[in-house]
Nanobody, 117 residues
């Protein structure tokens, strides 16, 4: 069984920074593409950032230049560094692992980010 556990969410003031982490057990991240999604109340879940390997990343236009996704395969962990946070970043953030061959998908439980004064 593959389990993803997230941490790092919380309450941050506008302009602040926070780093989310997601650690997997039951597998090794080398076989997976990884992504961070978010869902705000009343809105569709959207892809924030993805990483296939250290040299292949993609970002939503709304977070380009502010967020950075990275992975540490030795630790089975994916990170999302979030800088210059805005109130519109407020959402539940989910990490996802997608197997490159079998196309199996796994999801974390979600972690709440609230950006507010």
């Amino acid at each position: 069984q593959v389990h993803l556990v997230e941490s790092g969410g919380g309450l941050v003031q506008p302009g602040g920074s926070l780093r989310l982490s997601c650690t997997a057990s039951g597998t090794v991240f080398g076989f997976y593409g990884l992504g961070w999604y978010r869902q705000a109340p009343g809105k569709q879940r959207e892809l924030v950032a993805s990483i296939m390997n250290a040299d292949n990343t993609n970002y939503a236009d709304s977070v380009k230049g502010r967020f950075t996704i990275s992975r540490d395969n030795a630790k089975n962990t994916v990170y999302l560094q979030m800088n210059s946070l805005k109130p519109e970043d407020t959402a539940v953030y989910y990490c996802s692992a997608h197997h490159r061959i079998t196309t199996e998908d796994y999801w974390g439980q979600g972690t709440q980010l609230t950006v507010s004064s």
